[in-house]
């Protein structure tokens, strides 16, 4: 036989008064910034009243929380008082703050339960069989292949070094020596060409032409020697000033 002071409760899953409260705001099918609070009063205490059966007297949060909403109803029916605090909407506006808390958690809470878990869902794979690889590089090279890949690194390395090759030229300084010598020993103009070298050939006498060209035009600037030329690109006369 049961005792009678056992307490004995099926409220469908709700785990206190104000789980309950959500579930019977939700029974209004509007949001919950948008639900009477009036309506959810009267909902809970109608609760209360036909749970009796089940000595839910017992349960003092339920009790507790139908004093409160009792209370909550009265003032918002009746005018207010100023000099009565708390005011009765602000008391409103909590209770409804409380609710979309507790729907967010929940929603949140189902969202959690509802991903796959590891073991019925979804099952990790287990550890790897078979035999271990051991992997070892074994080199083969002959002498021509060490010499060669010494020489590629070395010339990575080595520093670059530009060598001029010994051209044959007539310097400068060779060329005013050799023209101021022979303007002293002719009188009457002369062909430049005839100032160069008897034995210059090809690039050298290219290099004693352009050389003479210019100790000609220096010894111009210095007075020592005239010049005379026709025509553009004709022959260039020099000779010893009068």
């Known amino acids: 036989m049961t005792d009678p002071e056992t307490l004995t409760l099926d409220l469908d899953g709700w785990e206190g008064p104000l789980d309950l409260l959500l579930a019977l705001a939700r029974h209004q099918k509007v949001d919950l910034r948008e639900i009477s609070i009036l309506a959810l009063v009267e909902q809970y205490l109608r609760f209360i009243e036909e749970a009796k059966a089940i000595k839910l007297e017992l349960a003092a949060d339920y009790l507790v929380m139908a004093a409160w909403l009792a209370y909550l109803k009265s003032a918002l029916l009746l005018p207010r008082d100023p000099q009565v605090e708390p005011d009765p909407e602000e008391l409103a506006l909590r209770l409804q703050l409380r609710l979309e808390r507790l729907n967010a958690m929940r929603e949140g809470g189902a969202r959690l339960m509802a991903r796959d878990r590891t073991g019925r869902d979804v099952f990790l794979r287990g550890a790897p069989e078979g035999l271990r690889t051991v992997r070892k590089a074994l080199w083969q090279a002959e002498i021509f292949d060490l010499i060669s890949a010494y020489g590629r690194i070395t010339a990575r390395t080595r520093p670059v ?11 400068l ?8 010598r022979l303007l002293g020993e002719r009188i009457d103009w002369s062909v430049i060409e005839t100032f160069l070298p008897e034995s210059a050939t090809g690039i050298f006498r290219k290099s004693a032409l352009a050389s003479s060209f210019v100790a000609t035009l220096e010894l111009a600037r210095q007075g020592r020697v005239e010049l005379r030329q026709k025509s553009p690109f004709a022959p260039l006369y020099i000779r010893a000033p009068a």
Do not use: K
């Open 161 to 171: 070094m530009h060598i001029v090759a010994n051209r044959p030229v007539m310097t």
């Open 173 to 180: 300084d060779a060329a005013l020596e050799r023209v101021s």
